[in-house]
């Protein structure tokens, strides 16, 4: 039975976890929210793999080296920017967080954590995307038992935090 965990922090910062999940761009080379967080932890190091990369669409995860921070691996996956939901946002969304899934199964990572992908700079209403996550994440595992012992939701604001504890006491 896998362990689900809502929390408010700075993903950066969890020493509990083998992989963290960085919401990146396409490019891989870094950039602001989260991402500008997860290379400055890391340190130079997780530029240099992420070049030799070539970058990854919307929807895909790429694994990289953990560098200086505490777990062995950062999973690097890009969101949707949102455009009003008719854009096949949620289904890239869904992706974003089974690929996340299955990149960590395939380096035995038994505990990850992930960020609110999306809404932040690519302006995924809040709410809808935390419905994603926590749907996909609980199918996913229903689907794999045994694969991960852990999953941690690592939330930055309040208003989060609260949508995913509400969204944690629903089943299905
Ligand atoms: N730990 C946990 N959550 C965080 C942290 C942190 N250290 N920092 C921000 N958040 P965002 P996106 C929350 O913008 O929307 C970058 O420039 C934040 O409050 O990081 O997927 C990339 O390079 C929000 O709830 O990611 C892309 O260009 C959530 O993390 C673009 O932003 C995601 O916000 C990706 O945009």
Redesign the pocket.
């Known amino acids: 039975m896998t362990m689900i965990h809502v929390i408010k922090g700075?993903?950066?910062r969890l020493t509990d976890v083998d992989a963290i999940v960085n919401?990146?761009?396409s490019s891989l080379l870094?950039?602001?929210?989260?991402?500008?967080?997860v290379h400055r932890a890391a340190g130079p190091g997780l530029l240099e793999e992420c070049r030799a990369l070539h970058g990854c669409p919307a929807g895909e995860a790429r694994v990289t080296g953990g560098y200086r921070l505490p777990g062995r691996y950062i999973i690097h996956t890009v969101?949707p920017v949102w455009r009003g939901g008719e854009k096949k946002e949620a289904e890239v969304l869904a992706a974003c967080y089974r690929n996340s899934l299955e990149a960590a199964a395939g380096k035995r990572v038994t505990s990850i954590a992930f960020?609110?992908?999306?809404?932040?700079?690519?302006g995924y209403p809040k709410k809808e995307a935390a419905t994603v996550a926590v749907h996909t994440v609980r199918s996913y595992l229903e689907e794999h038992p045994g694969r991960i012992e852990k999953v941690v939701f690592?939330l930055?604001?309040d208003e989060?935090l609260q949508i995913y504890k509400e969204l944690m006491k629903k089943r299905g």
């Open positions: 700075d993903i950066t919401a990146a761009n870094g950039g602001g929210g989260v991402d500008g967080a969101g960020p609110a992908i999306s809404t932040g700079i690519y690592v930055f604001d989060s």
